[in-house]
């Protein structure tokens, strides 16, 4: 079977991905790759009387058409010796040093298998609170986060990869502004993305200009209170400089727990589309859907299909992994999470000629989401009758007279799909083009130049190619710049900076209306954005129901994932 990868997804699987021998040497083929992992998640089927050899067949043709990829560690790991299937975990960080050391080891275990870590602090005792044991003064939580973040920078992820967190705070917390402006000094956390977590009752100050309470986690009380509007300009401030904090709106997050008797959400995944209860792991998935065309239209038919096949085998993926710890382990096969998202976005709207951000895009992205959703809880209801509904079901929202059982408490997340839409060769997650040509980063500083495929595809169907036009994007150039291309065309080659805050918030929502955990999104802003585009894109994203929001303004970092050689933007 011959696979069709770009330069790019073969760096990345040769350096990340693929079997190694002793010395290093790469011993597998992408295509054995796909076969290793379609055997080995397969395999649970076998547990419930299902046709493990059947199975395996439709994960293989799924994962190397490309249609559908698995996250990283499964790809990684997957019937080989580590067998850690899922990317992220939240550890509770609890007001002990016992705990706090404990969830430090974990994090190690976890890193070197190939996860990340999410993590709130919020539990902690705030700097120069009383140490009751010794009768001195607390570091409070942003001095033990560094402990956490220098673990991170010792452990190599299983050779692949280097580990990610997240960290939050609650905005209540009496230690928020020092947690808030902490990356305003680019060599701190670099190991960690940070996220405030904002309350509904914070909001609630802010519109009305009052201030609000700073609670001292480890007595319940009041420590003193701050002007809401004030504290929200230095999020907006430090968010404006280094890209951080983010913005989790934890009482909506809370809102969407489908298991409140087992705990509430208190931190998220790394990219902060995944909340997830002390000791969950995340298990996700993505499908292409720039390979989910007919004719002029989304092939809802094969997307169908692609989301039941998609659902079972991330529903096999929790029985097939082996988790680095029991609490771990009782955590994943008791709710049963998956977390279905999709990739290649832009390059769906791009052959089917819709310009990203407009009504039409809007839509699209919503009957998507809305069908890949009730799909998704469709094939998990039948997947319940033939194997079960996850053992926490009762006290569960789904827990009601009347209503079927269903297999996981979740189905859906939009992950950012960094690498899988590498290998997948295809724009990530939800994301317009970012650029037509650019720099990509991979592991180890490795630097691969690319050039956005679909202008070559498109130029060919409207029949404008030229190896002339080809070399002039790859160098930098703007369609917007060329006579030989139709209007029509420089219309729909819309590029993430071309796009105003309000579009990006906008795409996220529609996508967020049909998700059931949340979803991964940035919104790029160009280096001469000013602090208010930050504030009004975060106000936006609360208003129009997201569950959280990052910004990230190009050049406020000295290393950045991708690179666009155009000068008005890098």
């Known amino acids: 079977m011959e696979l069709k990868l770009s330069p790019g997804a073969i760096t990345v699987l040769e350096r990340r991905y693929l079997n190694k021998d002793a010395s290093g040497r790469v011993i597998e083929t992408p295509i054995e790759m796909f076969r290793r ?110 402990v956490f ?38 060599t701190e956390f670099v190991n960690f993305n940070l996220s405030v977590a904002v309350t509904d009752a914070f909001m609630d100050a802010f519109e009305r200009g009052a201030d609000y309470p700073l609670i001292n986690p480890r007595t319940g009380k009041e420590t003193g209170r701050m002007k809401a509007r004030e504290v929200f300009e230095r999020i907006v401030e430090s968010a404006w400089k280094s890209g951080e904090p983010g ?5 909506r997050v809370n809102a969407a727990n489908p298991t409140p008797q087992i705990g509430a959400f208190e931190a998220t995944n790394p990219c902060g589309e995944q909340p997830l209860l002390s000791y969950e792991p995340c298990n996700l998935g993505s499908i292409d859907l720039g390979k989910m065309i007919k004719g002029k239209g989304v092939d809802f038919d094969k997307l169908g299909q692609t989301v039941e096949i998609s659902v079972r085998f991330l529903d096999d993926v929790i029985d097939a992994s082996r988790y680095p710890s ?48 009730e799909t998704g809880w469709e094939t998990s209801r039948r997947l319940a009758k033939e ?92 369609l917007k710049d060329r006579a030989d291309v139709p209007v029509h065309i420089k219309d729909i080659f819309v590029t993430a900076y071309d796009l105003p805050p309000e579009v990006h918030i906008r795409m996220q929502a529609a996508f967020q209306a049909f998700t059931d955990n949340a979803v991964s999104k940035t919104i790029n802003l160009p280096p001469g954005a000013s602090p208010n585009d930050v504030k009004e894109a975060y106000l936006l994203a609360y208003r129009l129901g997201c569950k959280g929001v990052t910004v990230y303004r190009s050049g406020t970092r000295a290393e950045q994932v991708l690179t666009c050689k155009s000068p008005l933007y890098c």
């Not at 290998?423 to 650029?435: D, H, L, N, Q, V």
């Open 37 to 146: 992992v379609a055997r080995n998640v397969a395999g649970p089927e076998a547990l419930y009387k299902g046709n493990a050899s059947v199975w395996e067949e439709e994960f293989f043709r799924l994962m190397s058409t490309l249609e559908f990829l698995p996250n990283s560690p499964t790809l990684m790991n997957a019937g080989r010796r580590l067998q850690q299937l899922a990317a992220c975990f939240v550890l509770p960080v609890e007001d002990s040093l016992d705990s706090i050391f404990e969830s430090i080891k974990n994090t190690a275990i976890i890193h070197q298998s190939g996860g990340g870590t999410g993590f709130s602090f919020s539990r902690l005792r705030p700097s120069n609170d009383i140490v009751g044991s010794t009768g001195g003064a607390a570091s409070g939580p942003v001095s033990f986060m560094r």
């Open 247 to 251: 913005v989790v709106f934890i009482d």
């Open 326 to 373: 029991r609490e771990i382990d009782a955590m994943a096969k008791g709710n049963r999470k998956i977390g279905l998202g999709v990739m290649g976005f832009a390059d769906l709207l791009a052959r089917l000629r819709i310009r990203y951000g407009s009504e039409e895009s809007l839509k699209v992205a919503r009957d998507i989401m809305k069908f890949i959703s």
């Open 387 to 478: 194997k079960g509904p996850f053992p926490n079901i009762k006290g569960a929202v789904f827990d009601r007279p009347g209503a079927p059982p269903v297999r996981n408490a979740t189905v859906t997340t939009v992950a950012p799909t960094g690498t899988l839409s590498i290998i997948a060769g295809c724009s990530s997650g939800i994301e317009p083009f970012y650029s037509l040509s650019y720099t990509r980063q991979v592991l180890n500083g490795v630097r691969i130049p690319e050039l956005n495929p679909l202008v070559e595809e498109v130029a060919r169907e409207e029949g404008f190619y030229s190896e002339e036009l080809m070399e002039f994007v790859k160098n930098g150039g703007d």
């Open 149 to 186: 973040n220098a673990t991170t920078e010792a452990i190599k992820q299983g050779g692949t990869r280097r580990g990610a967190n997240m960290g939050i705070l609650r905005i209540d917390h009496p230690d928020i502004i020092s947690f808030i402006t902490v990356k305003d000094d680019p």
